[in-house]
Structure formats: structure tokens, C-alpha cells
């Protein structure tokens, strides 16, 4: 059956420019109501445009779809109050959020100021974070909420150069894991995209001749998916970009028992305590993915 977003609501931002606006468009067009939020600021995440979000609020609409517009800057606590409440007053739910705004202040660790640490934070992992504890008691209200955060392979595998912004993506990753334990019994699914596109904050970094088929358009299709009642998997990296489609995650090798080991012991049993022979994806600290999966088919959820 075809994906279908009729008479949901979802926010996603940093929609008016890349790979949000292409999420955006997408949501609307498999029906989805949106709130379009983009402060419009440059790619060092200074100044701004009012105008972003307005401009994609005017492209839903031109496709029959409903849409509103906000300027909220994500890092600010009350921004995720505001997105929420426009949601809740104009279409009286929310069921799908995508934290995506960002930007880049890049530079090698040793040179790294604590602006540009703190503003990658404030707006990566701190955003999502001011985005989902607002979101959070709508779906536990109404049993039902689907998440995407917008992480990156500079932080789950790592980029020269983007400490803060590698922290903060792979921070996602940390938020998702526990997000989608406490979402569980809610049937909230909370899952990262480690997208893969030209947009404005790659297309100097990605070389020419590798820009075809990197538009943000085929990275959508699969936060649609994630983002629909149809997907009821959690807890996972999806990477999507270049019309490939795959998945990252992190696995727990089961290690080898030395009692009141000594270092050197450490040294003596160094291939074994490292070799991922054996090893497993978790669902939690106590579990694996493997068992609580058929745990819920037992249940039946
Ligand atoms: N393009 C890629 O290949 C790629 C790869 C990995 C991760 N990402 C991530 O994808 C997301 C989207 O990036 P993009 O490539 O589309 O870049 P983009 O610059 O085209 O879009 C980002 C948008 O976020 C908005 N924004 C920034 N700070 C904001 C704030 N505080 N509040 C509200 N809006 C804000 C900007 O105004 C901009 O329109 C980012 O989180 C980025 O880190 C992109």
C-alpha cells in the first residue's frame, strides 16, 4: 500500500533550504501538514532571512498543500515550545518532528574557539534536544509520534576538522538511543539520517565530477518512510544520498573474562578483548536487538 500522510502534522527544521526543504516538500506531498521553520542564516550560522521559511510555506501551498511558517531558532529552549504549540493551535497535533537545521563553523581542534564549539552544540544536539522535550508529551498524550534527527558520518564515523560538529551528530545518536526506549511503549519510533546531498554547506567540499545524483530530493524518500506510520522500526542510522540507501550501527563484541586483570594481562589478551567476532547490535544496555525483537513479536506489537 502506498505511503500515505493524510491528516498528519509534522515540523521539521532548518526546512527552507537543502535537504529540510526537500524533506518538507516530500512530507507534503505524501499528504502531511507542515510547519516550516528556518531562521535563514548563512553557513556559518550568522545573519538571517526571513523570507527561507516563507518561501517553501508558499511552494507547499502552491502544491495544494498546508503549511506555516516560523522563525524559530532552534537552539533557544522555548524555540520547541513555540513550533509545538503552532502546531497543536493551527492542526491540533503533532505527529512527526525532524530536527535538520545546522550549520558548519569548522577548524582543526587546536585552533577551535569556544564559540565555535558551543554554537555547533547549541544548534545540532541542543536543538533537537529543545525540539523533542517539547514534542515529547504530545506523542505520549496521543500514543503515537515518528522522529528523524539529521546526523552525519563526521560523527559517527569522524571528519578532519569537525570536532564540534562531530560531537553534536554523534550526540544525536546518543539522544536517539535513549529516546527510543522511552518513546517504546508510546509507539514513538525515533531514527537518524545521515544524509548525503549537495546542498549550499557541501557543494564547495564534494568535487565536481561527484555532484551527479546528490540532489537533497533523494534523500527525502527514506525520512518519509521513517517518518510514516508504516515504518515501526527504531533506534537506527539510515543512510541515505546518491540512490544509495544502507544502514550504520553500532554492534558489542562479547569480549573475553580476565579476572582482576592486570595491564599487562590487558596487553597479553589484546586481539581477543578487541576482535568483533560474535558481535551483536543492543537495544538497550541489557538487551539484545535480536531478543527484544522477539519479544515484541510475541507480544505482538
Ligand atoms: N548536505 C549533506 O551532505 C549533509 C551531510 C551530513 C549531514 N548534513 C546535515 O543535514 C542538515 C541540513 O543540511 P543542508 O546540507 O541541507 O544545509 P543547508 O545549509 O542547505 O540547510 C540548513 C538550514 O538550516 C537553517 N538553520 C541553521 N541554523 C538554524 C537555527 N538555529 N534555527 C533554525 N534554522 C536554522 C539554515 O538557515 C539552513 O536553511 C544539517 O543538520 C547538516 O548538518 C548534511
Not at 560523527?155 to 570536532?163: I, K, P, V, W
Not at 524518500?221 to 540512490?243: K, Q, W
Not at 544502507?246 to 573475553?256: D, F, Q, S, Y
Amino acid at each position: 500500500m502506498a505511503i500515505s500522510l493524510d491528516g498528519q502534522v509534522a515540523i521539521v527544521t532548518g526546512a527552507g533550504r537543502g535537504i529540510g526543504r526537500a524533506i518538507a516538500l516530500d512530507l507534503a506531498k505524501h499528504g502531511a501538514k507542515l510547519v516550516i521553520d528556518d531562521i535563514g542564516v548563512g553557513l556559518d550560522g550568522r545573519g538571517g532571512d526571513e523570507s527561507v521559511a516563507g518561501a517553501v510555506v508558499a511552494e507547499i501551498e502552491a502544491m495544494g498543500g498546508e503549511a506555516i511558517g516560523s522563525i524559530a531558532d532552534v537552539a533557544q529552549y522555548d524555540a520547541g515550545y513555540d513550533l509545538v504549540k503552532a502546531a497543536v493551535d493551527r492542526w491540533g497535533r503533532v505527529d512527526i518532528v525532524c530536527s535538520n537545521a545546522g550549520f558548519l563553523r569548522d577548524r582543526a581542534l587546536h585552533n577551535m574557539s569556544q564559540d565555535e564549539w558551543q554554537g555547533i552544540i547549541d544548534t545540532h544536539l541542543t536543538g533537537a534536544f529543545n525540539l523533542l522535550r517539547h514534542a515529547w508529551p504530545v506523542f505520549r498524550q496521543q500514543s503515537y509520534g515518528r522522529v528523524v534527527l539529521t546526523t552525519s558520518n563526521a560523527g559517527y564515523l569522524g571528519n578532519f576538522g569537525q570536532a564540534n560538529y562531530g560531537a553534536a551528530k554523534a550526540g544525536l545518536v546518543g539522544l536517539m538511543n535513549v529516546a527510543k526506549l522511552e518513546g517504546a511503549r508510546y509507539n514513538v519510533m525515533v531514527n537518524c539520517l545521515g544524509p548525503a546531498a549537495v546542498t549550499r554547506m557541501t557543494e564547495s567540499l564534494i568535487p565536481a565530477e561527484r555532484q551527479a545524483n546528490m540532489g537533497p530530493e533523494l534523500v527525502a524518500p527514506a525520512v518519509t518512510y521513517l517518518c510514516s506510520p508504516d515504518n515501526t522500526s527504531s533506534g537506527m542510522i539510515i543512510e541515505a544520498g546518491r540512490n544509495h540507501f544502507g544502514r550504520v550501527a553500532t554492534i558489542r563484541a562479547p569480549g573475553i573474562d580476565l579476572e582482576h586483570a592486570t595491564a599487562d594481562d590487558i596487553a597479553a589478551h589484546w586481539n581477543e578483548i578487541t576482535s568483533l567476532e560474535g558481535a551483536a547490535v543492543h537495544w538497550s544496555i541489557g538487551q539484545k536487538l535480536d531478543d527484544y525483537l522477539s519479544e515484541r513479536a510475541a507480544a505482538g506489537s
